[in-house]
T-cell receptor
Framework: GNSVTQMEGPVTLSEEAFLTINCTYT??????LFWYVQYPGEGLQLLLKATKADDKGSNKGFEATYRKETTSFHLEKGSVQVSDSAVYFC??????????FGAGTRLTVKP | NAGVTQTPKFQVLKTGQSMTLQCAQD?????MSWYRQDPGMGLRLIHYSVGAGITDQGEVPNGYNVSRSTTEDFPLRLLSAAPSQTSVYFC????????????FGPGTRLTVL
C-alpha cells in the first residue's frame, strides 16, 4: 500500500541552525510528493512539492528532492528562523485520489 | 475568494449525539476531502469526492457519512458520536490532476464526552 514515514519529533533547534526532517515513502506507481506546514491553530499549507524523480521542490528557503532510488523526500533548510516553528507533514499522492500523510514533525526554533 | 471554510470551529458532543460538520469552497474545485488529525498519527482520510454526486471512502470511514449535492459543499455527518471520534477535522479541496495543491480549511475541533 501507500504510506509515508516521517522522522519523529519534536525537533528543537537554535536560530540559524541547519534543518533536516527525514521522510521516506512506500508507493505503487509514480506518486507526487509534498511537504505541508501547519502553524499553531491553523490548517495545513503547501510548502513545496515534486512530481517526478529527481525533481527539487523549493520555497521560503526550504528544499526537498524526490529520490526514487531511496524512496525519500527529505526536507532541508540551511538556516532556520523562529518563525519556522510549526509542524511539518510529508505527504504523497499516487495516481488516484487517496493522499497519505506522515505523522508530522514538530519543529521549535529558539532565539 | 474565501477559500475553504468550515463551521463550527469548536464543538462538544455527548456520546450518541449526531451532528454535521460543514465545509464549503468557492474555488470551483472538483475534489473535496475530509481528514481527521490525531496526535502522532498525522492526517487520515475519512471520505472524499471527485465531483458532485460522487463520494468514496478513505482510510477511516466508519461512523461518518458524506454527500456532495453541489460542487461547493461537502458536509460530514456523525450519526452517533463516540469518544473515539474526538479529533480535529479538516476539509480540503483541489482541482483535478494529481499534481495540484490541496487547500485546507481552518479545522473543527470536536470533543465527544
Amino acid at each position: 500500500g501507500n504510506s509515508v514515514t516521517q522522522m519523529e519529533g519534536p525537533v528543537t533547534l537554535s536560530e540559524e541552525a541547519f534543518l533536516t526532517i527525514n521522510c521516506t515513502y512506500t508507493a505503487t506507481g509514480y506518486p507526487s510528493l509534498f511537504w505541508y506546514v501547519q502553524y499553531p491553530g491553523e490548517g495545513l499549507q503547501l510548502l513545496l512539492k515534486a512530481t517526478k524523480a529527481d525533481d527539487k521542490g523549493s520555497n521560503k528557503g526550504f528544499e526537498a528532492t524526490y529520490r526514487k532510488e531511496t524512496t525519500s523526500f527529505h526536507l532541508e533548510k540551511g538556516s532556520v528562523q523562529v518563525s519556522d516553528s510549526a509542524v511539518y507533514f510529508c505527504a504523497l499522492r499516487p495516481s488516484n485520489n487517496d493522499m497519505r500523510f506522515g505523522a508530522g514533525t514538530r519543529l521549535t526554533v529558539k532565539p | 475568494n474565501a477559500g475553504v471554510t468550515q463551521t463550527p470551529k469548536f464543538q462538544v458532543l455527548k456520546t450518541g449525539q449526531s451532528m454535521t460538520l460543514q465545509c464549503a469552497q468557492d474555488m470551483n474545485h472538483e475534489y473535496m476531502s475530509w481528514y481527521r488529525q490525531d496526535p502522532g498519527m498525522g492526517l487520515r482520510l475519512i471520505h472524499y469526492s471527485v465531483g458532485a454526486g460522487i463520494t468514496d471512502q478513505g482510510e477511516v470511514p466508519n461512523g461518518y457519512n458524506v454527500s456532495r449535492s453541489t460542487t461547493e459543499d461537502f458536509p460530514l455527518r456523525l450519526l452517533s458520536a463516540a469518544p473515539s471520534q474526538t479529533s480535529v477535522y479538516f476539509c480540503a479541496s483541489r482541482s483535478a490532476g494529481s499534481y495540484n495543491e490541496q487547500f485546507f480549511g481552518p479545522g473543527t475541533r470536536l470533543t465527544v464526552l
